[in-house]
């Protein structure tokens, strides 16, 4: 596994330690935003970057820290990007758990 695959497997991780762990509202937002940030950064080799998946588990777990990611994205461009893109909850876990099985 290269360098770039890794990374993306150890931010997976961090996704789902933030979704447990931090609470649905305001306070949680720019935890959120700066992985966003850095998610958005990786460049995997194997896989396509999970970044539909990955808003739409974020969507469904945390919609607060959505909505207020979502409401703040027009002053940055990334975010209003990110937030705007629609993918099924169901869909999105079931090929996060493919990306996290072929990395």
Same mark, same amino acid.
């Given at each position: 596994?290269?360098?770039?695959?890794?990374?993306?497997?150890?931010? !997976?991780?961090?996704?789902?330690?933030?979704? %447990?762990? !931090? *609470?649905? %509202?305001?306070?949680? &937002? *720019?935890?959120?935003?700066?992985? +966003?940030? =850095?998610?958005?950064?990786?460049? *995997?080799?194997? &896989? /396509?970057?999970? /970044?539909?998946?990955?808003?739409?588990? !974020?969507?469904?777990?945390?919609? /607060?820290?959505?909505? =207020?990611?979502?409401?703040?994205?027009?002053?940055?461009?990334?975010? %209003?990007? +990110?937030?705007?893109?629609?993918?099924? =909850?169901?869909?999105? &876990?079931?090929?996060?758990? %493919?990306?996290?099985?072929?990395?």
């Amino acid at each position: 596994m290269n360098q770039s695959d890794l990374e993306l497997k150890h931010a !997976l991780d961090k996704f789902e330690t933030l979704i %447990n762990d !931090l *609470p649905d %509202n305001r306070t949680s &937002v *720019p935890k959120f935003k700066n992985f +966003v940030v =850095y998610f958005l950064r990786i460049k *995997p080799k194997k &896989v /396509t970057l999970p /970044t539909a998946e990955l808003m739409a588990v !974020l969507k469904h777990e945390k919609p /607060t820290v959505f909505y =207020y990611m979502r409401s703040d994205s027009s002053q940055h461009m990334i975010f %209003n990007l +990110v937030t705007h893109i629609d993918m099924k =909850y169901e869909t999105a &876990v079931e090929r996060l758990e %493919n990306v996290k099985q072929q990395l």
